[in-house]
């Protein structure tokens, strides 16, 4: 199975009085990579940076747009201040009927030894017709494309 990585760079409105990334900061990191991994960029965008799996339209004008129902995250380690971009490693747990669920591990940055698992956490997203507001069934091209990401879901050892 494939997982997707992408780097995502820190800001400095990402950390708290604790100097190291602030829970609430940690949903926005996801989102971000969510979106550069599986959200179509806008026209413009250079073709040699687009994702494969970037095909899910986002754009206002979109026939169906994608809610989310649910997110866990486990803090495994602080993460600290660092400029090179900590690595976000993502793939798809689970494809529903009209859902589908994404899992992410958040690392130390490619090349920093020992690689530090800061992060794990899942998103399940709905994908609900714009028209309606209700939940739409996932697109065989859609499943075609995102099954060789899908494995196992996250592991979330500390819940009872």
């Known amino acids: 199975m494939a997982r ?7 800001r400095w409105s990402d950390f708290d009085a604790y100097a190291h990334v602030n829970n609430a900061e940690m949903l926005r990191l ?8 599986f959200w179509r960029p806008d026209a413009d965008a250079d073709p040699a940076t687009v994702r494969p799996t970037a095909v899910i339209d986002a754009g206002p004008s979109a026939a169906t747009f994608s809610l989310i129902a649910r997110q866990e ?12 971009p900590i690595d976000v490693e993502l793939w798809l747990g689970r494809l529903g009927g009209a859902s589908f669920e994404v899992c992410y591990e958040v690392y130390s ?6 690689r530090t698992l800061y992060t794990v956490a899942s998103t ?12 739409t069934r996932l697109p065989d091209e859609l499943r075609e494309l995102f099954a060789p990401y899908v494995e196992p879901p996250v592991v979330f050892p500390s819940r009872n």
């Open 73 to 84: 995250v486990e803090y495994r380690a602080p993460i600290p201040y660092q400029r090179s």
């Open 4 to 10: 997707i990585n992408i780097p995502i760079r820190l």
């Open 30 to 37: 996801l989102e971000e990579a969510r979106i550069e991994a």
């Open 109 to 114: 940055p490619v090349g920093v030894e020992p």
């Open 124 to 135: 399940t997203l709905v994908l609900v017709d714009a028209a309606t507001g209700r939940p």
